[in-house]
């Protein structure tokens, strides 16, 4: 199956480095790894790999599917043109029983972090 992906873009009143400091809390309330942190993109993956294979994805929370999202941030007048990115990050193998589950959660990650850095 391809991968899945959601992706928003928009212009903020804040500044770039207000908008990685939300981004990085609103990642707090998920198990994850910042890959890379520079002035103007952000990449974080979330979730469990293991905990997916192991117990499955359609039985464990959508909070655990392995996620990548980058955020890239650049300076426009007054504020900061941002890009936000959800993919899914299973890597090889099947999202049987879990395609809907996953579609909801990476609009999610998209939309809360469009919510938490407007």
């Not at 707090?28 to 979330?46: F, I, M, P």
């Not at 294979?53 to 900061?80: D, H, K, N, Q």
């Amino acid at each position: 199956m391809a991968p899945m992906s959601c992706t928003t873009s928009y212009t903020t009143q804040l500044a770039p480095d207000e908008v990685r400091r939300r981004t990085l809390a609103w990642f707090t309330a998920v198990s994850h790894t910042v890959v890379s942190d520079t002035g103007d993109r952000l990449e974080v993956k979330s979730g469990s790999q293991a905990k997916m294979r192991l117990i499955g994805g359609a039985f464990i929370a959508a909070t655990s599917l392995p996620a990548r999202t980058v955020v890239t941030m650049t300076p426009e007048g007054g504020g900061t043109a941002v890009t936000v990115t959800a993919d899914d990050a299973v890597g090889l193998g099947l999202k049987t029983g879990m395609k809907g589950k996953y579609e909801q959660w990476l609009a999610a990650i998209v939309d809360e972090l469009h919510a938490a850095t407007a």
